[in-house]
């Protein structure tokens, strides 16, 4: 089947990804953007950890097989696209106190990781803090920098990028459409998407301070820390029901005490950026991939919530063959846009 021209809504990460599939296999592709050189997105605020194993394995097994699909693909997916951080030293999941031992055990015994003490941690990583308890190593997840990576789609996609803020999804002159706007595709669609705020910091100093990401609680505050080979190391995340993008004292608190509890020599880097960005959330967690409605004119790829950067090559491989083929893969069963009813 050859599908004609396709119009891609929106160039996030999931939009450029999926465009530049089509691309490369031969389709005539478009992708519309209010801001085609912007930062606009949730992948211009994210850390980009590629973390197949989190929570949702607890709730949600499909999700999980999807997370675990494209973090299979990473490797040879950023190779293809050049340097773009991907970084496979793996995490280290840290807990400071007893308590925060205790909550933490629960997700390493979910994944089956071996417990490490908290001189072993420093022997693996000697800035973290002599505080430190006991910590877990997560060799499955990796981490790429999301700004790289779109930087790298975009030249990919030179010619193909048109600005506009698409209002009206049939006033879009195309054969097949793909709807991958974020958090935009509830206006857009009417589907369930909300926009789930989150806070992160990005930091300098000296790089070789640390080697792997560290995921990390203090005192119960959840954070992770993730060095680039640049000396920046990104500071995330606050996860808030809220919808503005505002900078908040005791969010920027919260962060860096709990980074400069777990890693006290952050304390001497440069604080060179507050960002804040919307996760587009869905009701199950799960990002909405399928045709929307029955005309099979229109796709959707959105919802894609924490994972977004994770799911970037499996959304991108998976949406390209429903364009191509009209046919949908099983991984997709799960993630129809229509489940909610
Ligand atoms: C604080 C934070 C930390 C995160 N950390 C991670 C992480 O470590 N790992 C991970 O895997 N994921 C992470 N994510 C999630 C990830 O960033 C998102 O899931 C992902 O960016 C979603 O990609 P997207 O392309 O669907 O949306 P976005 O990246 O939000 O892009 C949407 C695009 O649509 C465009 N658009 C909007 N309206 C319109 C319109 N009307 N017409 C045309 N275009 C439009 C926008 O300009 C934008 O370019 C994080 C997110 C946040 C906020």
Request: proline share 6%; net charge negative.
């Amino acid at each position: 089947m050859t599908p004609g021209r396709v119009a891609v809504v929106g160039g996030g990460i999931i939009g450029l990804a999926i465009a530049a599939e089509l691309l490369e296999r031969g389709a005539d592709v478009t992708v519309y953007d209010p801001a085609p050189e912007g930062t606009d997105g949730a992948w211009h605020v994210a850390a980009g950890m590629l973390a197949p194993g989190g929570e949702s394995a607890f709730e949600y097994p499909h999700l999980t097989r999807l997370l675990e699909a494209s973090s299979e693909l990473w490797p040879s997916y950023a190779a293809s696209l050049g340097d773009v951080g991907h970084d496979d030293a793996g995490t280290l999941s840290v807990a400071l106190t007893a308590d925060d031992v205790a909550d933490a055990a629960r997700e390493w015994n979910h994944q089956k990781l071996a417990r490490l003490t908290g001189s072993r941690l420093r022997e693996l990583e000697p800035a973290i803090s002599p505080r430190v308890r006991a910590g877990a190593f997560a060799a499955a997840e990796h981490q790429v920098d999301p700004r790289k990576v779109v930087a790298a789609l975009r030249a990919r996609l030179a010619g193909r990028l048109v600005r506009r803020r698409v209002t009206n999804l049939s006033a879009v002159d195309s054969d097949v459409l793909v709807i991958a706007a974020g958090c935009a595709t509830a206006a857009l669609t009417g589907l369930p998407i909300r926009p789930v705020k989150g806070q992160v910091l990005r930091l300098r100093g000296e790089p070789g301070l640390l080697k792997h990401v560290i995921d990390g609680a203090a005192d119960g505050r959840h954070v992770y820390l993730v060095p680039r080979a640049d000396g920046e190391i990104v500071v995330g995340a606050t996860q808030e029901e809220r919808a503005d993008d505002v900078a908040t004292a005791g969010g920027v608190h919260d962060l860096l005490r709990a980074a400069l509890d777990l890693v006290p020599g952050l304390a001497e880097h440069e604080l060179i950026e507050v960002a804040v960005g919307q996760r587009p959330g869905t009701p199950d967690n799960g990002p909405l991939l399928g045709f929307l409605g029955p005309d099979r004119r229109t796709i959707v790829a959105a919802g894609h919530f924490r994972n977004g950067i994770l799911l970037t090559p499996i959304t991108a491989r998976l949406i390209a063959d429903l364009v191509l083929t009209g046919a949908a893969d099983p991984l997709l069963d799960a993630f129809a846009p229509g489940r909610f009813g």
